[in-house]
């Protein structure tokens, strides 16, 4: 990142893939009283649409991985948003603990992409929304998406993680993700057409 793409993230919002990053969806009718038992957090005071710092550890209390929580009653499930080489040995480690419980994990990462935003303004371009997980719809030609909108704040200012679906027959990891990408951006910039944005480059969106 240069010093303009810098002033830019610190003064507005940049946009930017998140490829190495994804989420595990962790559903099912005993999902709250099984994952209570298998991470660190409290399960049962997050509240609906909240999102808190986490983490999966072994039985001897090692860290196995860490992410950020988020419940939606909802949508009947957790997302668990984590570095997305640790999905699937997640997976594989907590498989081992479901015995007779009705839960079900889902490696979203096949189906969707991650984008981020980050910066002083980035809550203006996902509606001001109110809790740490909503969502979103995203406008493209073949209608709408419905963004998953995470409150994440990466960077020390104000930030969102969004989960964008893509096309399943384009799934291979970066020709999705760029996809995401391209129609998020398009996005933002007719969202702050009135307000004069302009394209930096491919990552960083600015008001003159």
């Not at 909503?134 to 709408?144: A, T």
Request: charged residues 25%; negative net charge.
């Amino acid at each position: 990142m240069n010093e303009f793409e810098y002033k830019a993230l610190h003064r507005f919002a940049a946009v930017v893939q998140l490829p190495q990053w994804n989420v595990l969806k962790v559903s099912g009718r005993h999902r709250e009283r099984w994952l209570q038992g298998m991470i660190t957090q409290d399960i049962k005071t997050l509240g609906e649409n909240s999102g808190r710092y986490g983490c999966i550890v072994s039985v001897k209390g090692r860290v196995f991985c860490d992410f950020q929580i988020y419940s939606s009653s909802a949508l009947d499930a957790y997302f668990l948003v984590m570095q997305r080489e640790r999905i699937q040995p997640a997976i594989e480690h907590l498989s081992k603990f479901i015995i007779s419980e009705r839960v079900m994990l889902e490696d979203m990462s096949a189906t969707h992409g991650v984008l981020t935003i980050q910066g002083p303004e980035s809550a203006a371009l996902v509606s001001e929304p109110e809790t740490d997980f909503s969502v979103f719809k995203i406008p493209h030609i073949h209608g709408e998406w419905d963004a998953f909108v995470m409150r994440h704040r990466r960077t020390g200012s104000d930030g969102y993680d969004l989960l964008i679906p893509i096309d399943e027959a384009r799934a291979v990891a970066e020709q999705g993700a760029s996809m995401a990408f391209e129609t998020a951006m398009s996005w933002q910039i007719c969202r702050f057409e009135k307000q004069h944005a302009t394209r930096i480059d491919d990552t960083t969106l600015n008001v003159a």
